[in-house]
């Protein structure tokens, strides 16, 4: 019937000269058998270009069109496969998924051949006793020691064990953290770890009255001060207020 008519839209592809190729067609036909076609066919223009379809597939789309005949090989199958997927011909995609999927089981999968110069009487079946023996003896671990082994008392599930790595280098940078972070006080000589501390400590040797006039805090009734004589500075135990009196002396003087 639409051999008779006139062609009311012409399409245009993509050839091997990197130039547009024109195809005649019907609309109402086209529309038919495509879902892009279909969602085209109200509009007023009758161009439409396909920079993505050769001219070699979209041939053979038109052939399928008019004639109901997909003529698809080994070397077109790909090509006109993405060409039903752009133009949404579900028909013509499954002829080509079918045809993908005969020529799988068609296919001749090559048997691995022994080479020449091996004899095949040389060859010996595996045997299934020693093929176990082999996979048995693969899941074997060595024993653990007790000495590598900690246990984790405070886990409430039971005892936890873990490994210990013992690392000499990691050591060596602890040791020289502490060793820089510590700190010494000038009047007792006492060590600390904490600048906070240090600070906090030096402070009550030198005046604890300054110390409780910026802290707003209430003191504890139940806790004795013991003052200095010379300047009236209150310490909690008596120890400071002896290594107080050292530094209150000199600095009368």
Known sequence: MYRFMAPDITIYVMSLNNRFRAFLSHRELLAQYSGYFKLIQNCETNKVFLPNITDDTFSIILSYIYTGVLKINNENIHSVLLATHTLHMPQASHMCRQFLITQDQNIIKPI?????????????????????????????????????????????????QFYR???????????????????????CNHPFKSKYCYEKHINRHLNINSIDNKVDKKKNPSIQYYPCRQCGSKFPTYYFVHKHKKYCKISKF
Do not use: H, M, W
């Open 112 to 160: 691995a051949k022994l080479p020449s110069f091996i004899d095949a009487t040389v060859i010996q079946q595996p045997n299934e006793n020693r093929t176990l023996k082999i996979s048995e003896e693969s899941n074997f671990k060595p024993p653990i020691r007790k000495e590598n082994i900690i246990l984790d008392i405070a886990s409430c599930d039971g005892p936890v």
């Open 165 to 187: 790595v013992l690392n000499e280098n990691y050591k060596g940078d602890e040791k020289r953290s502490t060793l820089k972070q510590s700190y010494n006080c000038e009047y």
